[in-house]
């Protein structure tokens, strides 16, 4: 298997993104479909392990954000990566039209419930970072959101939503929750030949929607509202990484990695037990012996 560099997909801080200049598709980073099979599994395992000790520790929360055009596979990456992942240390949330209860708060409100607690992995399939993009491409929706006419007219809209995420990324990091963010980068070309296989293969025409074809005739306006939200968002505390997404097989490797990569940064480290402690249980072991 190829080396994988977590830092070659990572967005640096303040650059202009031009995602026409970021591959969709790399060199295979597995020789076979075995090979692929059995690194991914060892990376689950890894995964699992410092899961345990994540949740052990109690000193981080770690949340995961995935955002993508249509059909890029986020839901077969959190799937097929987090799969050894205990149930009761992760939580998965899938955001889609807000709800009118929704509407009359801010718009970080219903993805700030539902951040991860210390020793927990949230993970976001699409976040508050639809607000910057789909809301973007549609302005119209913000009349949904109860804006006054001035602030939805503003300019600087845009700039203002930026600097709130990224203050408040800064702030969770701050109190100690890890954010790691997963664009995954699909061509218009691949998209095409997905959208096909969801209308000529039985078994995937559950998967298929009419307004999957009316969102991509705004390919290249999401383009750009990605471009603009990944320059405007991605920091050291809380990196954007794109992630090449025409080879499944590829953007789980990718995916994987980075997590455990990051997960073994934390430098975390099971609870120790005390001397007072240890006297306690050989004590307690001492009873249930008799």
């Given at each position: 298997m190829v080396s994988i560099k977590p830092r070659d997909y990572r967005v640096p801080p303040g650059a202009k993104v031009d995602l026409s200049k970021w591959p969709t598709?790399?060199?295979?980073?597995?020789d076979s479909k075995k090979d692929y099979k059995k690194t991914l599994k060892a990376q689950v395992e890894a995964l699992s392990e410092l899961q345990r000790l994540h949740y052990a520790s109690n000193q981080y929360a770690l949340l995961l954000?995935?955002?993508?055009?249509d059909t890029a596979g986020k839901d077969g990456a959190i799937r097929h990566v987090m799969s050894g992942i205990n149930p009761q240390g992760c939580h998965v949330y899938s955001f889609k039209q807000p709800s009118a209860a929704e509407l009359e708060h801010d718009f970080m409100w219903r993805t700030n419930r539902c951040l991860p607690e210390r020793g927990?992995?949230?993970?976001f399939n699409r976040s508050y970072y639809e607000e910057v993009l789909i809301v973007r491409v549609h302005p119209e929706l913000l009349r949904a959101q109860g804006l006054s006419d001035d602030a939805i007219a503003a300019k600087a809209l845009w700039k203002e939503r930026y600097k709130s995420i990224s203050d408040s990324e800064a702030h969770l990091h701050r109190n100690g929750t890890r954010?790691?963010?997963?664009?995954?980068?699909?061509?218009?070309?691949?998209?095409?030949?997905?959208?096909l296989a969801r209308i000529d293969e039985p078994d995937k025409n559950w998967k298929f929607s009419e307004a999957d074809i009316a969102e991509r005739g705004h390919w290249d306006?999401?383009?750009?509202?990605?471009?603009?939200?990944?320059?405007?968002?991605?920091?050291?505390e809380a990196p954007w990484h794109v992630v090449?997404?025409?080879?499944?097989?590829?953007?789980?490797?990718?995916i994987s990695e980075i997590v455990v990569d990051a997960l073994r940064g934390m430098k975390m480290t099971y609870p120790k037990t005390t001397a007072k402690r240890r006297e306690e249980l050989k004590e307690i072991r001492?009873?249930?012996a008799e």
């Open positions: 598709q790399v060199a295979e980073l597995y954000i995935f955002q993508a055009t927990k992995i949230g993970i954010i790691l963010k997963f664009f995954l980068h699909l061509s218009k070309e691949e998209q095409r030949q997905r959208l306006d999401y383009q750009e509202a990605y471009a603009a939200a990944l320059g405007a968002t991605s920091t050291e090449p997404a025409d080879d499944k097989k590829n953007a789980r490797l990718i001492r009873q249930l």
